[in-house]
């Protein structure tokens, strides 16, 4: 598709289990970002890949998040030992990386933690 | 710290007034990025407006306008005749250049209701 594609749309799972979350960004976009979307935290920077690259995994909130890209394009956010506190929505985007490039974004992936 | 600042949580109109968001953003940098988001209740972000930190030409595109201000660090948007449509949360956001990575600092949103 033209747009940021995020799978799945919504994630339901018990604490403690591990989640993946996908992000298939804009076909020739290098950089991908993701981002939560949290009622306490507004919307929160996760982590930066240019290319398969990731210099910037500063808003990463703890070990339990890792991030990897792949052939400089799909990206997938794993989160391990689920917390109550991870519900969100996970929101990422894409752009051509240069500065003035406005990011696009999908549609999000909605975590609910039981 | 707060980089950016949206010291309006909601606004509600009627349709066809005119509706214009604050927004304050705070930065080191001489070189920045600005942005206005639109989040609908569907939930995509998307993208509306930008402005580069050394251009403050202020534009027109369509119903939309914005008023960038260097020297009091402001980035104002504003929806000419407000629709029902216009309905959504919108976000102002930074990007510096700094980092080398581009990454949005959002403020925490303006809900805008039109009502009918």
């Known amino acids: 598709g033209a747009g940021v594609s995020q799978s799945p749309s919504n994630k339901v799972t018990e604490k403690g289990k591990d989640v993946e979350l996908r992000c298939d960004p804009i076909s020739g976009h290098t950089a991908l970002y993701w981002y939560r979307q949290s009622l306490g935290q507004g919307l929160e920077f996760l982590i930066y890949?240019?290319?398969?690259?990731?210099?910037?995994k500063s808003g990463l909130p703890s070990d339990r998040f890792s991030a990897e890209r792949t052939g400089g394009s799909v990206s997938t956010l794993t989160i391990q030992r689920t917390q109550q506190e991870d519900s969100a929505v996970y929101l990422c985007a894409s752009s051509s990386g240069q500065g003035n490039q406005p990011q696009h974004f999908g549609d999000g992936t909605r975590l609910s933690i039981l | 710290a707060q980089k950016v600042t949206q010291a309006q949580t909601e606004i509600s109109v009627v349709e066809k007034e005119d509706v214009t968001l604050d927004c304050v953003y705070e930065t080191r940098d001489t070189t920045y990025y600005l942005f206005w988001y639109k989040q609908p209740p569907s939930g995509e972000l998307v993208f509306l407006i930008r402005?580069?930190?050394?251009?403050?030409q202020n534009e027109i595109s369509g119903r939309y306008s914005w008023n960038f201000q260097k020297s009091t660090s402001s980035f104002n948007f504003t929806i000419t005749a407000s629709q029902v449509v216009d309905s959504a949360v919108y976000f102002c956001a930074l990007s510096e250049v700094r980092r080398g990575d581009y990454k949005l600092s959002f403020g925490a949103g303006t809900t805008v209701t039109v009502r009918a």
């Open positions: 890949f240019q290319g398969n690259s990731a210099p910037d």
């Open positions: 402005r580069n930190s050394f251009d403050e």
